[in-house]
C-alpha cells in the first residue's frame, strides 16, 4: 500500500503542466501556482476528480485481489 501512495504522490509532482491555463503568473503576489491554488480554482476540479476516482479504483481493486487471495487461502 505504501509503494501505491509513494507512486500516486509522485505522479501529481508534474500535474502543473497538466493543469496549466493562461492567466498563471500574472496574479496578486503570494497568488502562486502552489498546490492551494489548484485545490482552490474551479478549472482545475476535473483532474482532482479524475485523481480521486483512479485512485479509488486501483485501492478498491486491490483489496479486492486482497480478499480473494485470503478468501482462497482459508478455503484451501
Not at 8 to 34: F, K, S
Not at 43 to 72: I, K, N, P
Amino acid at each position: 500500500m505504501t509503494r501505491l501512495l509513494m507512486t500516486t504522490a509522485l505522479a501529481i509532482l508534474p500535474a502543473t503542466l497538466v493543469m496549466a491555463h493562461e492567466g498563471h503568473g500574472h496574479g496578486a503576489a503570494g497568488q502562486g501556482n502552489g498546490f492551494w491554488h489548484y485545490l482552490t480554482e474551479p478549472q482545475h476540479a476535473w483532474v482532482f476528480a479524475a485523481l480521486v476516482v483512479v485512485s479509488a479504483a486501483v485501492v478498491g481493486y486491490r483489496w479486492l485481489e486482497r480478499t480473494e487471495a485470503a478468501d482462497a487461502k482459508d478455503a484451501s
